[in-house]
Nanobody
C-alpha cells in the first residue's frame, strides 16, 4: 500500500533553515500530485507547496520567497526546503499524495494518502 514517511522536522531559532523529506512507497505511477500541508495548534490545515510527477510546482504565496519544493525521483522522495523560518511557521508538517488523474485541481484536504507528520518549532 501507499506509504508516506516524513522526516527532518525539529526546533530552530527564527531565521534558521530546515529541510523536510517525504519518502514514498507503494506506487509506481508518474501521474501523481504531492503536497506539503501544515497545521498549527488550534488552526486549520493549510497547503504550503505542491508538486506533480511532471515536476510542476506551486508554492503558497505567503512563503514562496522562503520555501522551495522539490523531488528526487530516483529516491522517491519529496523535499521542502524552508529558509528564514519564522515563529509563525511553527506547525506539524504533513506530506500528502494523490494519484487521481485530475489531482492538480483537487482540494488538498481530499488527497488520498497522508504521512504521520513532522513537527517544526521556530523560536524567536
Amino acid at each position: 500500500q501507499v506509504q508516506l514517511v516524513e522526516s527532518g522536522g525539529g526546533s530552530v531559532q527564527s531565521g534558521g533553515s530546515l529541510r523536510l523529506s517525504c519518502v514514498t512507497s507503494g506506487f509506481t505511477s508518474t501521474s501523481y500530485c504531492m503536497a506539503w500541508v501544515r497545521q498549527a495548534p488550534g488552526k486549520e490545515r493549510d497547503g504550503v507547496a505542491w508538486i506533480n510527477g511532471a515536476g510542476r510546482t506551486t508554492v503558497e504565496r505567503a512563503v514562496q520567497d522562503r520555501f522551495i519544493i522539490s523531488q528526487d525521483l530516483t529516491k522517491r522522495t519529496m523535499y521542502l526546503q524552508m529558509n528564514s523560518l519564522k515563529p509563525d511557521d511553527t506547525a506539524t508538517y504533513y506530506c500528502a499524495a494523490d494519484l487521481t488523474t485530475s489531482c492538480w485541481y483537487k482540494a488538498t484536504d481530499s488527497y488520498e494518502y497522508w504521512g504521520q507528520g513532522t513537527q517544526v518549532t521556530v523560536s524567536s
